[in-house]
């Protein structure tokens, strides 16, 4: 223990040896005399020599000086570096990490907004919501769905319409990292204000591979007849009914040469 102790503590191992070495002085004052004496301290006999008086006298004043230089010093260094052998606490609150990690990449980390229940898909639309001809439908995930994400859009006549990020390769959406997103088609030019349903499922294997195959046919043929029912192997997660936005029409008006939409 004491030499554990000397070897963490070194400034008060140096403390301790001046006390000791003032200690030692004093006593070997205090025990001398003018004649030839014995003592009996501690059941050790000691003898010490005749000594003159000023010489005792200055053992007695360096001891003394030493001891208490030797306890000053002592009780100051173990009022600043606290109780012996007591390490020190630092706050992990006030801690500051000598050099500091990477800042995380936004580009690898999810959003908050991205958290999604167990085994929910939610799309980033309200019913009501007004959308233009060429839009990109977005939403969430959560990390446990396993099949395919795929988005309908079904207009007033009745009929499905899946949407592809690449109809002639018959792709879905796109995920990544929670999030999910398909640019869609609402209509033909000139529908404004016409009335959709977005529908957005979930797919097995065979489901996704019908649907697929149905979108890059009719990619391949620039023909988009439509379907008249889900497929089998899909799960209807959501329904959202939507307005595609009229398009402004546009008159001339005479302020800096700009062209303002009148609504």
């Known amino acids: 223990m004491v030499i554990e102790y000397v070897a963490g503590h070194p400034k008060e191992a140096g403390a301790l040896l001046i006390v000791l070495s003032g200690l030692t002085l004093l006593l070997f004052g205090?025990?001398?005399?003018?004649?030839?004496?014995v003592h009996y301290r501690l059941g050790v006999k000691i003898e010490i020599d005749q000594m003159a008086p000023g010489k005792k006298r200055a053992f007695e004043l360096v001891g003394a000086l030493l001891l208490v230089a030797g306890l000053l010093l002592l009780f100051f260094l173990v009022d600043r570096t606290g109780a012996p052998g007591t390490p020190t606490v630092v706050s992990a609150e006030t801690a500051t990490p000598s050099s500091p990690g990477p800042e995380p990449s936004l580009s690898t980390t999810p959003s908050a907004t991205a958290t999604t229940s167990p085994g929910r898909v939610a799309v980033g639309l309200r019913d009501g919501d007004t959308v233009?001809?060429?839009?990109v439908v977005t939403g969430t995930c959560a990390s446990d769905v396993t099949g395919d994400i795929w988005v309908l859009v079904r207009p007033d006549n009745g009929l499905y319409y899946p949407?592809?990020?690449d109809a002639c390769a018959g792709e879905h959406t796109t995920r990544l990292h929670g999030r999910w997103q398909v640019p869609a088609v609402f209509g033909e030019a000139?529908?404004?204000?016409?009335?959709?349903e977005v529908v957005v499922v979930t797919a097995d294997a065979k489901a996704s591979a019908f649907l697929a195959d149905t979108v890059s046919q009719w990619c391949r043929q620039q023909d988009y007849p439509g379907l008249a029912s889900l497929p089998g192997g899909v799960a209807a997660v959501s329904r959202t009914k939507l307005c595609e936005a009229r398009k402004?029409?546009?008159?001339?008006r005479e302020s800096a040469g700009f062209t303002w939409p009148v609504r």
């Open 30 to 37: 205090l025990l001398a005399s003018s004649d030839r004496a």
């Open 132 to 135: 233009g001809r060429h839009t």
């Open 163 to 165: 949407q592809s990020t």
């Open 190 to 196: 000139g529908d404004g204000g016409a009335r959709f």
């Open 248 to 252: 402004p029409r546009l008159r001339p």
